[in-house]
């Protein structure tokens, strides 16, 4: 019997065995399907990692190394090239690598830290052929940061999520030619700074309410014809457009990896795609916890780090038995905040609520409810679906509280 | 003249109102910390930016670089046009210099590599 399991050794499970270890818990063991540790960042290469953590720009690899340099100097136990199949509710993990062959690890406490996938093409249902040249923004990353390809000359992108826009920098700055950036909605997905310096420095135009509805193409992708939407996301027949490419690559959103939480059992958060966990992180079986993007998609690493670190600490508690008596208040949200993590509270203690709104809100107010009456309020001059917020709760507003209901009023 | 700019400093991305006579600017606002002023005064004057790429090792495996300050953006090209031109020895560790001087700034590495 192992203390605890770790399935991932990209931020969220690196910060999470680190906490662990730090709480007390010495037998951590991390389990990681790549030949190294740090996740997606090893191919983030660009910077802007860790201003609230280390208050200076990092680029992805090196914020990685920060975490994998003190995994190492506690001599917490990785597994790489190991890929986990089963994660069982009675916390057994089943697990395969060329060493070990297929082997399993019972432990006191698991902490899942799977990440997230991209959303591929056969999720958006364009017509036409399937023509070579269609890459996620992430594989287009992937081959031009660890491979050292060029996946193509003349570029457009459907979607406007951050790894989009960043891949459209590095492509251009590489010799290619970024055509459009078409973005369904009418506001953009990716943060306004990454507008600023990846499109507008390179005079790439940013098309919102416009999308991708013909791919053109046998061998290899000729071209796509584009389209604006109307308010109902309905592209509009006298708008097309045929724009000639050879690239066409997709940054539209990404989708929590929780095949192995189902297969435990776990319960799912349907608009989060992750668990429902309380402000532990502990889902809703007893000591296996969620952190970073396999709990909901996050626009920081510095806030994968901070999630992991909650679960970490949990964990290692939960090992050592320092639970204290349960409460149960569910948090409930408007339409106007898509959702929240946590879910819901199982301590009163002061505790930290992250949300995302559905869409873009100037001036208004964020409220928290108990029993009809206004527990918390906090005004915000605009809010984005792009930009995850937060709001600090006190213990006290716990009391008597079955459910707490999180509004966005708007002022006029 | 006004100029809105878009702060690239954090994520937070604040709007910066700048006000311009002729080339000298008489007003800053709308910035939300001290970085944002020094930013809106470097991008009105002289605009800089960091770049980040890969530069091929003799193992020839890719090494992601960074420039350890900001260049001219006018400059980013030509910079990628340099770095695209080295090939790197390894082993190497995160913060070697791979080459001095490219545009004022050092290209280092961001990456350990055996």
């Given at each position: ?15 999470a ?10 037998d ?5 399907r ?9 191919q ?7 201003l609230?953590?280390f ?18 100097e ?9 890929m986990v ?12 690598n ?9 432990a006191?406490?698991i902490?899942?830290a799977m990440?997230?996938?991209e ?8 017509a ?23 996946p ?29 950036v078409?973005?369904i909605?009418?506001?953009s997905?990716?943060?306004?700074r990454?507008?600023?310096?990846c499109?507008?420095?390179?005079d790439i135009?940013?098309?919102?309410s ?16 584009i ?23 997709l ?21 989060t ?13 007893e ?6 993007n396999?709990?909901h ?6 806030f ?17 038995n320092n639970?204290v ?21 199982t ?10 709104a ?10 928290v ?22 709001i ?11 459910t707490l209901?999180l ?5 006029l | ?10 994520p ?12 000298r600017?008489?007003?800053?606002s709308?910035?939300?910390c001290?970085?944002g ?16 790429s890969t ?12 420039t350890?300050?900001?260049?001219p ?7 990628v ?29 961001t990456k350990s590599?055996?």
């Open positions: 019997m192992r203390d605890l399991a770790i399935i991932g050794g990209g931020p969220a499970g690196m910060s065995a680190i906490s662990a270890y730090e709480r007390g818990i010495k951590v063991v991390i389990l990681e790549d030949e190294h540790l740090g996740g997606i960042l090893q983030c290469i660009h910077n802007g990692f860790g609230h953590r208050n200076e720009e990092l680029t992805g690899p090196e914020y990685a190394e920060r975490y994998a340099k003190k995994v190492m506690y001599g917490i136990e990785v597994k790489l090239n190991t199949l089963d994660v069982s509710a009675d916390k057994t993990v089943t697990a395969t060329e060493e070990d062959g297929i082997f399993s690890i019972k006191k406490a902490i899942l990440g997230c996938r959303r591929s093409k056969g999720a958006l249902n364009i036409g052929y399937r023509p070579s040249g269609i890459y996620s923004a992430g594989t287009a990353q992937k081959l031009v940061n660890m491979k050292g390809y060029m193509g000359k003349n570029v457009v992108i459907l979607g406007s999520g951050d790894i989009g826009l960043i891949m459209a920098r590095r492509m251009t700055l590489e010799g290619a030619k970024v055509k459009a078409c973005e909605m009418p506001y997905g990716g943060l306004a990454n507008i600023e310096q499109l507008n420095d390179f135009p940013l098309k919102l416009h999308t991708v509805v013909k791919i053109d193409g046998k061998g290899r992708l000729c071209g796509v014809t389209a604006q939407v109307d308010e109902n996301r309905k592209p509009m027949p006298e708008t097309y457009e045929y724009v000639e490419c050879d690239t066409l690559l940054s539209v959103g990404l989708i929590p990896e929780n095949e192995l939480s189902k297969g435990a059992d776990i319960s799912l958060d349907k608009i795609g992750g668990a429902v966990v309380d402000q532990n992180r502990e889902t809703s079986v000591g296996i916890f969620a952190c970073g396999v709990l998609v996050h626009d920081l690493v510095d994968v780090s901070e999630e992991a670190e909650i679960a970490g600490v949990a964990a290692a508690d939960y090992i050592m639970n008596e349960k409460t149960a208040v569910s948090i409930e949200t408007d339409g106007k905040i898509r959702y929240s993590v946590p879910q819901k509270i301590e009163k203690k002061d505790v930290k609520i992250y949300f995302r559905s869409g873009v809100f100037n001036n208004v107010r964020i409220n409810k108990s029993n009809g009456n206004v527990v918390f309020s906090k005004k915000k001059q605009k809010i984005t679906p792009g930009e995850m917020e937060s600090k709760l006190k213990a006290d507003v716990f009391n008597d509280a079955k209901y509004e966005l009023e708007e002022l | 003249m006004t100029r809105i700019l878009t702060c690239i400093c954090c937070i991305g604040c709007n910066i109102k700048v006000e311009l006579d002729e080339r600017i008489s007003a800053i709308g910035n939300g001290a970085r002023k020094e930013y809106a005064n470097s991008e009105c004057t002289n605009p800089v930016r960091n770049v980040t530069v091929i090792t003799k193992k020839g495996i890719p090494l992601s670089v960074k350890d300050r900001p260049i953006k006018e400059r980013m090209f030509e910079c046009k340099i770095i695209n031109k080295i090939v790197a020895e390894t082993p190497v560790k995160t913060g070697d210099i791979i080459a001095e001087n490219v545009f004022g700034s050092n290209i280092v590495a590599m055996d």
